[in-house]
């Protein structure tokens, strides 16, 4: 089933990046207009995985 039957449009970005306060519905993607931000989590989320506090 594709994402467009839950409200989120298909994109082609590495990651997805919502914000739930203004967009709680997930439905506009911002990581082509920060794509830094979804870097940074992104590798704050790999230091936490390394370091045992997630279950991967």
């Known amino acids: 089933m594709g994402g467009e ?4 449009a298909p994109h082609s970005e590495p990651y997805e990046l919502f914000n ?3 967009d709680p519905g ?3 993607n911002l990581y082509s ?3 830094e931000k979804a ?3 992104q590798a704050l989320l ?11």
């Not at 039957?5 to 989120?8: D, F, N, Q, S």
């Not at 790999?46 to 991967?56: A, I, P, Q, Y």
């Open 5 to 8: 039957a839950y409200g989120v």
């Open 20 to 22: 739930l306060a203004e």
């Open 26 to 28: 997930q439905t506009v």
């Open 33 to 35: 207009k920060y794509p």
């Open 39 to 41: 870097n940074e989590m």
């Open 46 to 56: 790999e230091e936490l995985k390394e370091s045992g506090r997630t279950r991967n």
